[in-house]
Each structure stands twice: as structure tokens, then as C-alpha cells.
């Protein structure tokens, strides 16, 4: 698809508030003496995940974290040399590439370290490799009674350098929930059981609500994802960025009179003569359907109701007694500063989370465009 052509509504992403939330945390990070990995899974969380990654880096993160093997590799491809880290892929995943490319591997089972012992072994080179504990979320990671033997296991293999151990939170958004302190002790347990084994590994237990709440589980690095973005999981008032804005245009205006009804299914009807603006955005562009009748956007310096149903390619403002110009510059939600939508409003009125409105922001009909971060 034509970028150029497809402007009718578009993401901005500003990465120098990227790179600005990445030095915040990064300065918490260094204040207990961890290093910070900018996760930048799914495709940046919606942002891109090239750019984004060099204002990362930019800010001070010496670590990228990805899901899968092949979002790393393309990091390597378009030129990024920092630390990489990529933790799920399916079984028949070849670590080969990713082991060639000095991507570091996660295992969090006897079956995923042989696997990526046996392609070391075949490309001849080392692989670097971060085991997975699982200390409570029982999501993946290696359960703690087989913990013992995986670290025995990583100690033995000759063609692999266990760099790391690791774990994630379930609840770390929830700051004084008992299951942090309970996951950081069987953090410790399993760090122990590592040392016995002989390793002397690195360890990373924080995301984002961790990173802004709980300086003493920083350990050697750190690994926020939405923090990144400018989203707070946690409401603390720290000075964090949102760098996304999800904009659009009129492009038509319209009067119609008291009593006429607006979009599918006709859910709104005017109380009084008013006049409406077109803007061509909709479900298939980002706009959740289940919006309908609940959202506003930022047109002509104030908030103004969407009206009728969200549709496919559209949604319909009211602006009262109000006439924007065609072409007029409408915010579907942003950094919200002067008091416009956000993602986290949208995400509050549907009941999801701020992540799942970002990272569903990456769909090819919606033109991307960065500013700052000029020139790299
Ligand atoms: C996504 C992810 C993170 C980042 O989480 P945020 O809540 O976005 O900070 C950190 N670690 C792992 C393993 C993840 O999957």
C-alpha cells in the first residue's frame, strides 16, 4: 500500500518523548546500578520498532528486548548492535540466525537449551542464553522443580553461555501486592540454586511498574516496555511522555436538522439543529466500534462528541453551531496535554488496557509518521 496515499488518518510518533521516557528510566535503573533493555515487542508496541529502538538507545538503554527471534533479526538487519534479548517462539524456531547475529536466546526448559545447544553446536559459534524462571506467574519459565536441573543442565552444555536468569511479575501494576515480595524470593531461591550449579549469571526481573516502583528488584537491568512509550501502568506522577497521537482530518461538513439521526443503526438523533463533521476514521483504522456513542476527539481547540455508531472507514463529530474548515485537524487520542483523549481514556471506557490500544495501532491503512529523533 501506497504510505503517501493513505494519510486520511495517521499515528505520530514523537521519539523524542521515547527517547526522553528512556532516560528517566534508565537514571532509575543506574541509581541501583542496573543497566535498562528497551522492550520493543510488537513492533514497538504499535510505535515501529527501528525507530523506536534507536531513540531507545538514544535515551540509554544498552539492551532491546523482543518476543519473538525474528523481530530481533530484523533489528539486525536494519543495523541496531545493541544487546538483544528475544524470549518466545515456537518449537521449531531455528536459533541458528539469531545465535549467528549475537542475539541472546531465553530458555525456560531442558527442551528450548538443547535446542539452542544443538544450533550453536552446528554454527560453531556460542550461544548466550538467559534462563527463565517461572516464580509465579505460570505463564512460561521453567517451574521451580525442574529449575535445579536446567541450571545443572546450562552449566554442562559446552556450546552455550548462560549470561542470565530471569523472571517476570504477575502483579508488579498492583505496587504492594503480596505476590511481588512472594516472586522476588523464589527469585532469590532460584538465583541460589543457579550459583550452586556453578553459574555466576546476571539477573532481570523488572518491567515497567517495577522499574518506577521497586528500585530494590532492579538487579542488573531492568526491562520496561510501556514506560517506554510514555504510558504509566503504575499513575505515579513521574514525567513520562505518551509519544503516540492518533490524528485524522475533516474532510466534510454537513447541517442537518433536530430530529434527523446519524450512522448505522440511527443511536443518535439531534436534539437541536447542529452540524456535523466527517472524519475518515474508523474500526478499520484503530477506532474500537465498542467506542460508539462513548468517545470525543480534539477538533478547533476543544473536545467534541463522536455521535452515532463507529464505522468501518468513518466516524461522525457534532460541533454544534460550529463549523470546522475541511481539512481541519482532529486528535482521535494523544499525549493529552491540553485536556484531549487519550489511550488510557479509550482503554478505561472499553475495559482493556492502555497496551492493547497502542499496539493495535500497527495496521497498513493507517499512514505512520516520526517526529525528532531527526537525522538518525
Ligand atoms: C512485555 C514484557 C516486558 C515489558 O512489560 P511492560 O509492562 O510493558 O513494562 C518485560 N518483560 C517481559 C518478559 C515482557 O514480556
Redesign the pocket.
Known sequence: MNADLHRRAEVLIDLDAIRHNIALLAERAAASGAATMA?V?ADG?GHGAVPVARAAVDGGATWL?T?SLAEALDLRAAGVTVRLLS?LDSDDVDFAPGIEQGVDLAASSMGELSRIAAAASRTGARARVHLKIDTGLNRNGCPPESWPQLVKAAAAESDVDVVAIWS?LAC??EPGHPSIDLQAARFDTAYSQAREAGLNPLRHLA???A?LTRPDLHFDLV?????GYGLN?VSTDDDLRPAMTFRSTVVLTKRIAAGESVSYGHTWTASRDTTLALVPAGYADGVPRTLSGRMSVWLGGMRRPVVGRVCMDQIVVDCGDDEPPVGADVVLFGAGAEGGPTAREWADTIGTID?EIVTGMYRPRVHRRYLGGAGR
Not at 526491562?223 to 514506560?227: K, L, M, N, V, Y
Open positions: 522492550v515487542k508496541y528486548g518476543c524470549w517476570h508488579a501494576d518491567n515497567s511498574a522499574t526491562r520496561p516496555g510501556i514506560a501502568p497496551y
